[in-house]
């Protein structure tokens, strides 16, 4: 399942073309993930510290607790408006901008296979699979 | 059998061409997690890699891999979930909800942050959890888990955080 990254990014980085829709796809759900991503480890980090709770959450934003609910557990109906409703009240602010080109994404050193080297490390019969990625990881640098 | 000899026999099924390794679609992403899927579903996301639908999958096993946030229980809404728990059959679906039809992928966990996506269905031919169909799904699951996998049994956690780092529970 490993693709070439030039192929992959071809007709976004290429040329003029209509984009497939699979890519569009792809990125539209990438993007969800992200901001999904972003905004929620910062509720998860405020629950912790602050005690800030789901039900604090519903109050800051005059909706219904079931709302909030659904809004935490999926990025999938998001609106800018969902996004601008909880960027104030869990971070306290707002998204700031900038392009990351595709043309400048830089290469990954190492890829999932590389856990099956595993007779090739000093783990031990216990040593978990996340454990030796991180181990070869670090022989890469 | 040992982590290590489990270790072994992925890399048997890989040089076999039976499951397939996923690494992130953009290189610049990290690889977190660990996915494999099995030789269909491969099949399904490469065939389908112009289509919304797969696409959307294939999006979602990214985030999966590059260690992004997962939001995990049994909500309709949830990304990752456990099947019926109470029976710690270890089964595990991801759902892809967005656009219709949905897809739900199932598969096991090796370790944590290590899973095989074995098997999949559409989720309006899967109709509710305690339908023919969701019970033949799950069973396939298992027996592909077997005939690539026996005697070595997937992972079996007592909590979703067991199976997967970095999630957020609903």
Redesign the interface.
Known sequence: ???S?TS??TEIIGGNGTI???????????QR??L??FI??RF?EKERSEKFSKADLARRLNKEPAQI??W???P?NWTLDTISDLMLAVCGGELEFKVAP?VN????N????E??R??NTP?S??????M??KILKHANT | MSIKEILEILKERCDEKVIFPIDPSLSGDPIIRTLFVSAEINTMLQDNAEGEVWSEVRAIMDTFVSGGLISVGHKATSRMAFLKPKKNESVWEIRATKPKPGIRILGQFIEKDLFVALVWGYRKDLKNYNSIAWKRIIRNCKVEWRKLFEPYEPLMGETYNDYVSNIFLN
């Open positions: 399942m490993t693709m990254q992959f990014l497939s829709k699979g890519k569009l796809a792809y990125f539209r759900e990438r993930n992200r999904y991503d929620v480890s998860l609910t659904r935490l557990s999926t999938g595709f994404i830089k290469q990954r190492s890829n999932s296979l856990i099956l595993v007779q783990a019969p216990t040593t978990k699979p996340t030796i990625l």
